[in-house]
């Protein structure tokens, strides 16, 4: 590491404010800080000193992120020789999901980071952070098939539209991940919503074994299909905690998920409050689908339900967002319960789209503030009417 830091030391010069390349100074001060804690201080009075920056905070989401990266490596090998009806090593099926998800990967930060330092450029800014986190997002929510050009134009919808637009991180109003796959659905639609994209070389028909279809098992139950989801069928309850059924990347295994969860709490990272106000709105909202059970997706189990899909994901990495989600502590619990719910309900009323947690943020994302607005001026008013008693 001292060999690196001689070698910041001896491009600094070149890259201050009248030097040669001083343009290139926000490219310079965002590689240094990657790997370098800044040792500037604040010259004004300031209430709290962490030695945790914005940019430690990100690699720490992208640290809980890494189990579902790395079980949706494995996932998407094993889904692939399992459709073919070949008997594969563990490391055959690494080696096929390695080749097939970290191109996404490197394509998603490649272009993002490629946005993000044109526009430090040409502002004159320091870059921001927070694409650590949403480049990592965007691989994970998306299904392994899609055309790597696909990934490129999503990625860049989301950061200029999704971000940049409003002023970067830290303005935003919805999820930039979310935003890119909201892109690609509505842009793309069959490689998003089709079954056979969720598996990897399913779509070209190439050995595949009679009677696997490839569909996802919010698909198969849209359907009608109901007998893979009974105690030892592909998608009982066991499979969908595990994670080893057809879906996007990172998404599929509940148990990954949860590591990552318990990483985000330990730290203090994630909200506890939005995850668990999440779960418990989704299980609610089966619970009474299940009493109601007018067609198959409404007579899933409730535990189920919040298996399934991006459900966990959701909940966990993309609700969670300090940016997009409410502040006060009472409209936490009410935003999560409402994506909770809202989930549920759109992947029982539609049909021909399932997973309904994608709309669910970002609409709850969009009520965010008013949440908090309504929690803020219940406050004053308590507060108020206690000082009207005391008086």
Do not use: C
């Not at 640290?63 to 079980?71: D, N, Y």
């Not at 730290?267 to 409050?273: D, E, V």
Request: charged residues 15%; without cysteine.
């Amino acid at each position: 590491m001292k060999a690196l830091r001689n070698l910041f030391d001896n491009i600094k010069p070149h890259v201050q404010k009248g030097a040669k390349f001083e343009k290139l100074h926000s490219t310079y001060d965002a590689l240094e800080t990657l790997f370098f804690v800044p040792n500037t201080t604040n010259k004004n009075g300031v209430h709290v000193r962490d030695a945790v920056d914005l940019k430690r905070t990100m690699a720490i989401v992208v640290k809980a992120l890494i189990p579902a990266l790395l079980f949706g490596i494995w996932n998407t090998g094993y889904q692939h020789f399992l459709s073919l009806g070949v008997d594969a090593s563990f490391w055959e099926m690494i080696g096929h999901g390695a080749l097939k998800v970290l191109p996404i990967v490197i394509v998603s930060y490649g272009v993002g980071l490629g946005i993000e330092f044109m526009f430090a450029q040409i502002r004159g800014h320091e870059v921001q952070e927070g694409f650590l986190v949403s480049g990592m997002l965007i691989p994970l929510v998306l299904p392994v098939d899609i055309p790597l050009w696909m990934v490129a134009v999503a990625t860049a919808f989301a950061v200029v539209i999704g971000k940049e637009v409003f002023g970067g991180t830290g303005m935003n109003i919805w999820n930039p991940a979310l935003v890119a796959r909201a892109f690609l659905f509505f842009a793309y639609p069959s490689k998003m919503s089709g079954d056979k994209v969720w598996v990897s070389g399913l779509s070209k028909g190439e050995g595949i074994v009679d009677g696997f279809s490839g569909a996802t098992a919010l698909g198969d139950a849209a359907s009608g299909n109901m007998a893979k989801f009974a105690d030892g069928g592909a998608f009982d309850i066991w499979h969908s905690f595990v994670g080893m059924i057809p879906g996007s990347i990172g998404e599929t295994s509940t148990l990954a998920i949860l590591i990552g969860a318990i990483i985000l709490i330990y730290t203090g990272i994630g909200n506890w409050k939005i995850m668990t106000s999440v779960f418990a709105g989704g299980y609610i909202m089966g619970l009474l689908f299940n009493l109601w059970g007018a067609n198959e997706l409404m007579q899933v189990d409730a535990v189920h339900h919040l298996l399934l899909g991006g459900f966990a994901f959701g909940a966990v990495f993309m609700a969670t967002d300090p940016v997009s989600a409410t502040r006060t502590e009472k409209g936490k619990w009410i935003y999560g319960f409402l994506i909770g719910m809202l989930a549920i309900m759109v992947r029982v009323f539609n049909p021909a789209y399932p997973e309904g947690v994608m709309l669910a943020i970002l609409l709850m994302n969009t009520f965010a503030p008013l949440i908090d607005h309504y929690v803020v001026q219940g406050n004053i008013k308590r507060r108020l009417k206690r000082a009207k008693v005391a008086a």
